[in-house]
Nanobody, 125 residues
């Protein structure tokens, strides 16, 4: 099993920045694609960003392109999500995910096998 623990969430004003971290532990083995998803109150969980096993390729949902950056440090078994120019509509619980089947970035929730517990991001207007 792989455990994922997110951190770095909090309350920020619109236009501000936050960096989320997600540390993997347990039977991590070889690196695979990792992703960030978010779920706002009353809405379904949605894809935010994904990164390939070696960090060479990334994918973003349109609403965060140019504002968010996903990166990873395989030596630290950690994936990051740098968020800037935050908007109130970015308010959500942010989850990281990984798996053991895909090396390339993927936006599909079903492609991930392990999920963290989430970290709350609140953007005030």
């Amino acid at each position: 099993q792989v455990q994922l623990v997110e951190s770095g969430g909090g309350l920020v004003q619109a236009g501000g920045s936050l960096t989320l971290s997600c540390a993997a532990s347990g039977r991590t083995g070889a690196p695979y694609a990792m992703g960030w998803f978010r779920q706002a109150p009353g809405k379904e969980r949605e894809f935010v960003a994904s990164i390939s096993w070696n960090g060479g390729n990334t994918e973003y949902t349109n609403s965060v392109k140019g504002r968010f950056t996903i990166s990873r440090d395989n030596a630290r078994k950690t994936v990051y999500l740098q968020m800037s120019s935050l908007k109130p509509e970015d308010t959500a619980v942010y989850y990281c995910a990984t798996g053991y089947r895909f090396l390339a970035p993927t936006p599909r929730m079903n492609d991930y096998d392990y999920w963290g517990q989430g970290t709350q991001v609140t953007v005030s207007s």
